[in-house]
Every structure is written in C-alpha cells, then in structure tokens.
C-alpha cells in the first residue's frame, strides 16, 4: 500500500468518481469501499454505504489505500473523504 492519494474529486466514465491528482493531475480511477455510489446532480456527488454526501466533484481529498493494478484502492474502515472545497 502506498499510503494517500491527495487530489481533486473529478466525474469518471467508468468509476462515477476519480482523483485527480495534485502532484501532476493524472485521473485515477479509485475503487471506493463497498457499498459507496455517485450520483449526477449539481455535478457528480459521491456517497458512502449509509447514503450521507462524503464529496462532490471539485473537492480536495486524502485517500487512505494503495495501487491495485491501475486503481487506487480506498482502505475499508477508514474515513475515506476528507473533503474541502477547492
């Protein structure tokens, strides 16, 4: 595991939400913990197992987790969005 992806949440075709990131603003694709879904509204909005908002496309994150393959993969039982208006 690699530790955090710091970046900006961003809408993806294939994933619902992708990190891009801060250091070079390469897209990833980030697998969320299960249970976890985005929806389109006002942009595309992320939310967790429970249905609370945990971000919105523009928001800037830490993700706890490592590279699997091309993915991030998102550590289950950690907070996974620390989110801020960028």
Known sequence: MDAALRGVLVADTRWGVAV???Q???VVEVA???GYFARRDDGVSLYDEAGRLV???GDRVSLG???IEAAWLVCPGLAPVQSQPA
Do not use: V
Request: glycine share 26%; aromatic share 14%.
């Open 65 to 67: 987790g490592g590279y």
């Open 55 to 57: 971000g919105r496309a």
């Open 24 to 26: 070079d603003g390469q």
């Open 20 to 22: 891009a990131r801060d």
């Open 32 to 34: 969320w913990p299960h």
